[in-house]
């Protein structure tokens, strides 16, 4: 009895460790874990950013477009998630149509498509003419989403320039194509 009670108190530490260690697997967060592992690249995607640098170039493209007709522009640049790179108006040119560039530029990067191709598909078609009710979008000439490897890496908006034609015309002046930057 008494090597019994010495061997039970020599492994009693042992009985405990491995207790714990079980019950630590029977966790749902272990089991989960151990079952279905998920592959990390579940949860993450490569993505790239337009720059300072690139929203500046498109700037001086764009005003050097609009310089040919005559035209004062306002001009914006938005990264992927819509937010707000560069916002500009030219001298001259009526405060409404620096939100109008913005919304432009929002608009072509949320629906990827240049807004004059927009406005008139969604004119035609039943199925998509409430897009022009939708608060932010604004269907009119002059926003060109920016495209690099495949992906929408943000868009232009250009307003000011003379109507939706020559808006379009000038945004889409401002493709950098030299950086593999394009506007389709």
């Known amino acids: 009895m008494k090597n019994t009670a010495f ?32 592959d990390r690249k579940e949860f993450t995607v490569a993505s790239h950013q337009l720059t300072l640098a690139a929203a500046l170039q498109m700037h001086r493209q764009a005003v050097a477009q609009a310089g040919t007709l005559q ?6 640049v938005v990264d992927a998630s819509g937010q707000t790179i ?11 149509n620096t939100e ?3 919304r432009k530029a929002f608009t072509a990067l ?17 199925d998509t003419q409430n897009l022009a009710h939708l608060p932010e979008l604004l269907l009119l000439g ?12 943000g868009a232009v908006g250009v307003a000011g320039g003379g109507g939706p034609e020559q808006d ?4 889409k002046a401002t493709a950098l194509t ?7």
């Open 142 to 153: 002059g926003g060109v989403p920016l495209w690099y490897q495949g992906q929408v890496i």
């Open 71 to 76: 035209k004062e522009i306002a001009f914006a």
């Open 86 to 96: 560069l916002l500009l108006k030219g001298d001259g040119v009526g405060p409404h």
């Open 100 to 102: 109008a560039a913005r």
């Open 168 to 171: 379009d015309l000038i945004a």
């Open 7 to 38: 061997l039970l108190f020599l492994l009693f530490p042992s009985l405990l460790l491995a207790q714990e260690a079980a019950s630590k697997k029977n966790t749902p967060s272990a089991r989960q874990a151990s079952s279905t592992a998920p």
């Open 110 to 126: 949320s629906t990827k498509t240049m807004t004059l191709l927009l406005g008139r598909n969604a004119k035609t078609n039943p």
């Open 178 to 184: 030299e950086a593999g930057i394009t506007i389709h």
